[in-house]
């Protein structure tokens, strides 16, 4: 069973002339290349969301002093390491 729906869209000209010119250039067909925009958006919407959820997250519970202290004492050391003092 084919699971594609088929839709109508209306575009400003410029745009449908714009994707025209990009989707001939990089050789798909409007379905491929309409396919490919909505993913890209998704996955934009997709990491935003998990950024907001990380900042509040974050925000909720900071690292102490003391856990920054750390890090920046391993952080330094494997600089020292990799000779990037």
């Known amino acids: 069973m084919n699971n594609t729906m088929k839709i109508a869209i209306s575009l400003p000209r410029g745009d449908f002339y714009k ?21 890209f ?15 509040a997250g974050y925000k909720a ?3 102490s002093l003391q856990e920054i202290k750390a890090l920046e004492q391993v952080s330094a050391a494997a600089f020292k ?3 990037l003092e």
């Open 19 to 39: 994707m025209e010119k990009l989707r001939r250039k990089l050789k798909v067909q409007r379905s491929a290349f309409i396919d490919k925009a909505l993913i």
């Open 41 to 55: 958006w998704f996955n934009y919407w997709e990491q935003k969301e998990l950024i907001k959820r990380y900042e």
């Open 61 to 63: 519970q900071p690292e």
């Open 81 to 83: 390491e990799e000779g």
